[in-house]
C-alpha cells in the first residue's frame, strides 16, 4: 500500500473514534428530587425579606412549603449557582429541582399570599411536567406507606 493509504486509514481511525464515545450513549438519568428547593437570597436588615417571610408563614403557604418545599437561604453576595440569573435586588427566591434545574421565574421582591400561592403552586406544576411526577402524589404514597408500616408493627 502506498503512503497516503496508510495516512488515508489512520486520519480515518482518528476520526471515527474521536466522534463517538461512550458519554455519547450514555442517557443522562434524572434524578426526581424529594423537595423543591427553594433558593431564598436575602440581606440583613431587608424590609422586603421579612414582609415576604410573613406572607411564608401564613397557614396555607406555609402548609405547602412544609410539605413540598426546602428553604435554602443565602445572603445577597454569596454564590450561587452558575445557571441561575443574579439576583437584582432582595428578596430574588428561585424555584429549583434537581442539579439546581430552574422550574419557574424567580420571585422578585414582596408577595401578598396569593401571588405567593401562585408561584408555589406554579412550581408543583412545572415539577410534574418536568419529572412526569405529580409530587403531591409521591408524597401521599410515602404517608400512606409509612402510615401502613407503623399499623402493622
Keep these: 500500500m502506498s503512503l497516503t493509504k496508510y495516512i488515508t486509514i489512520i486520519f480515518m481511525l482518528l476520526f471515527v473514534s474521536n466522534c463517538s464515545t461512550p458519554d455519547d450513549t450514555k442517557k443522562k438519568v434524572k434524578i426526581i428530587p424529594d423537595k423543591i428547593t427553594m433558593l431564598y437570597v ?13 406572607v411564608m ?3 396555607e403557604p406555609k402548609k405547602l412549603i412544609a410539605n413540598y418545599f426546602q428553604i435554602k437561604k443565602v445572603f445577597l453576595g454569596q454564590p450561587i449557582p452558575d445557571n441561575l440569573i443574579p439576583p437584582n435586588g432582595t428578596p430574588t427566591v428561585y424555584f429549583l429541582g434537581s442539579d439546581d434545574e430552574v422550574l419557574v421565574e424567580p420571585i422578585v421582591g414582596e408577595k401578598n399570599e396569593v401571588e405567593l400561592m401562585e408561584f408555589l403552586n406554579d412550581s408543583l406544576y412545572e ?11 409521591l408524597k401521599k404514597s410515602e404517608n400512606n406507606e409509612t402510615n401502613l408500616s407503623e399499623t402493622t408493627l
Design 127 to 137: 415539577f410534574k411536567v418536568t419529572y412526569g411526577v405529580d409530587i403531591r402524589e
Design 42 to 54: 436575602t440581606q440583613p436588615e431587608c424590609p422586603s425579606c421579612k414582609e415576604l417571610e410573613k
Design 57 to 59: 408563614d401564613l397557614p
